[in-house]
Structures are given as C-alpha cells and as structure tokens.
C-alpha cells in the first residue's frame, strides 16, 4: 500500500481493576485513522470466548476520523489474573493491531 491506514488507539489497554467473579465489564477503545489512505476493519475478534468485541465500524474510517471497538468481557468462571487480548484485522501495515483489557477477578466474598 502506497498510503496505508494507521489505527492509533487512545490506549491500547484498559485496565479494570479488580471485580467479583460474574460481573461484566465493558469498555470502548476508541481510536483515529492516524494514515493517509481509508482504514477498513474486517474483523474483530478475541483471545478467549469470554470476551466480545462488538459495534466497531463497517464503513470506511477517512484519515482524521475517529471510531470505537466495543469490548465485553464476562468473568463467569475466570478468577485471577490473564490478559484478554483483542486483535483487529484491518488493511495496515502491522496487522493485526492489538489492544489488551487486563485487571483482577476475585471470588465473591461471604
């Protein structure tokens, strides 16, 4: 690609803390076309099946424009500690972008 699209996150990690185990955790990555040509996401998708990404962009995102991946992460059954990475394939050069939801899962308290 001659102008390639640059996907810059505003951060590439949310950290959430520290929650009880079964409480649902949802986060927005929001990001800008920092290259010369359009970006295209064609796909989001995630290190295990306990987080969802949803609601990113279909449309082309022009040089300048901004957008958001839409992240769930669900800690049913997922006590401690381990990164849930989510990869976004899309027509850059470094593909897939990577972006990372971290923090603590404990078990409820009694």
Do not use: H, Q, R
């Not at 390639?4 to 590439?12: A, D, G, L």
């Not at 949310?14 to 649902?24: N, R």
């Not at 006590?79 to 050069?93: C, H, R, V, Y």
């Amino acid at each position: 690609l001659k102008n390639p699209p640059v996907i810059s996150f505003e951060e590439s990690e949310y950290d959430f803390g520290t929650i009880i185990e079964g409480e649902l955790v949802e986060n927005k990555f929001k990001f800008t076309n920092t290259g010369k040509g359009s970006l295209i996401i064609s796909d989001v998708t995630a290190s295990c099946g306990c987080t969802i990404p949803k609601n990113w962009p279909k449309s082309p995102i022009k040089p300048g424009e901004s957008g958001y991946i839409e992240v769930i992460f669900n800690s049913k059954n997922k006590i401690g500690k381990a990164p849930k990475i989510i990869s976004i394939m899309a027509n850059t050069k470094n593909n897939p972008t990577k972006v990372t939801l971290t923090g603590e899962v404990v078990g409820p308290t009694n």
